[in-house]
């Protein structure tokens, strides 16, 4: 029988971050989490090119936290939890 993995979201790591890749590296290594949505970036384009680039499915790729929460919160496979990824969102 297979583990179902935790399903993450992240807060930051956006097109340039060096920490949200490590982040997203760090969370998969032990194959019990997979990234799923995020709101990698207040710019609604940036966060999509972040999601296209961790390959997770562009409508999961939002442009603020309170819309990846409720969104999520409204998804049968939604978030688990949240990593924030650095000090620029710490209101989150």
Known sequence: MTKA??????????????????????AEMDREI??????FSSDAVRSQQAGESYRI??????????TMLREEAAREDGIDFVAVTNFHHFPA
């Open 5 to 26: 993995r935790l399903r993450m979201g992240m807060v930051g790591g956006g097109p340039g971050s060096l920490i949200g890749p490590v982040h997203r590296i760090a």
């Open 34 to 39: 997979e990234l799923v949505a995020g709101a």
């Open 57 to 66: 499915d562009p409508a999961r790729a939002y442009a603020d936290l309170e």
